[in-house]
């Protein structure tokens, strides 16, 4: 199993939605407004690395309200 976290910048006014959006999709495994330089966390657990890469990439960049992410890969 691959673990990641991707931190999740949104535009003003979409973190709620996107928290729900984002927990919905599979291989997501929590996801959590946070204050600093992001608004959101997620913990993805899945199968490999090109998995991490569809759910980043594909699945969390293609909603709405997504400004910018950054995936860190847990080793």
Known sequence: MVVA??????????????KE???ALDGVVSAHIVAGDVDII?????????DVKTIAATNIQSLEGIEDTHTYVAM
């Open 21 to 23: 959006d984002i927990e």
């Open 5 to 18: 976290y991707i931190m999740v910048k949104a535009y003003t006014g979409e973190a709620d939605k996107l």
């Open 42 to 50: 997620a913990k993805v657990d899945v199968g490999s690395p090109a």
